[in-house]
């Protein structure tokens, strides 16, 4: 007679439960957010430089994977969250922005501030644009 071999289980799934790490990540990373909320206010507060506060949001997110949870969770929004995403992960939007600061310091450099104010302002304006146009686009 041949014996009937027997799947071997998991603990954790023999007792009925599943693992859900999914779930679990939700306390995490809430905690995480409102500790690096505090640490932004209290350096407002205090009048830290922004520099240092921006470097060390920027590194916190990064290592936390804070940013990506944050993306997540904003791409679960019906409808509209999707094209958020979307529109957030533009290289463009990314490499028009970062030419406005390069072109802004060195405006400024030379005594140009009243210009950089208006240039900052039409480029907001074209960003914005673009973005309601795409998500105009979409629901077309």
């Keep these: ?78 409808l509209i969250g999707p094209i958020i995403v979307k529109v957030l992960s533009f290289g463009f939007i990314w490499l028009l922005n970062a030419v406005g600061y390069l072109m802004s310091y060195i405006a400024i450099r030379r005594g140009y501030s009243r210009d950089v104010l208006t240039y900052r302002g039409l480029t907001m304006a074209l960003l914005v644009g673009i973005v309601i146009g795409y998500i105009i686009a979409q629901f077309i």
């Design 1 to 78: 007679m041949m014996k009937r071999l027997r799947a071997r289980r998991h603990p954790a799934q023999a007792a009925g439960h599943i693992p859900q790490t999914a779930l679990s990540a939700w306390p995490r990373m809430a905690v995480f957010s409102l500790a690096l909320l505090c640490l932004l206010l209290l350096g407002q507060y205090f009048h830290w430089d922004a520099r240092v506060l921006a470097g060390v949001t920027l590194l916190f997110g990064l290592l936390s994977g804070l940013l990506v949870w944050l993306v997540g969770v904003i791409g679960l929004v019906p």
